[in-house]
């Protein structure tokens, strides 16, 4: 009988220990990959390092827009160079000459 009991012992206990093994397992799969977990704080401090690269072009694209804001409605000679080369326009008495590349 004793020998019969150490054998179902042992079967107990290997049995706890696989039990304890496969939560102890599932709780690490839910650390690495869960909603909460260390995947997916990887990909969100990812997305954060993005969003903030997207927020400091956008605060440069702004500021640029002032000075061109500013410069369109105070500095004259500006509005004149950005006539003539974008509108091609001239003052009286002025040819304007358009250069057209060659095409090879």
Do not use: C, W
Not at 13 to 38: A, C, E, P, R, W
């Amino acid at each position: 009988m004793t020998l019969k009991k150490k054998s179902t012992d042992f079967g107990q206990k290997k049995f706890i220990q696989g039990i304890l093994f496969l939560i102890g397992f599932t709780l690490i799969i839910i650390f690495i990959f869960g909603d909460h977990g260390l995947f997916q704080l990887y990909k969100l401090k990812n997305e954060k390092k993005g969003v903030k690269k997207y927020i400091s072009n956008l605060r440069k694209e702004r500021e640029d827009l002032g000075i061109e804001k500013h410069r369109l409605e105070n500095d004259m000679d500006y509005i004149e160079k950005l006539a003539r080369e974008k509108y091609l326009m001239s003052k009286p008495g002025e040819k304007v000459f358009r250069v057209v590349p060659k095409k090879k």
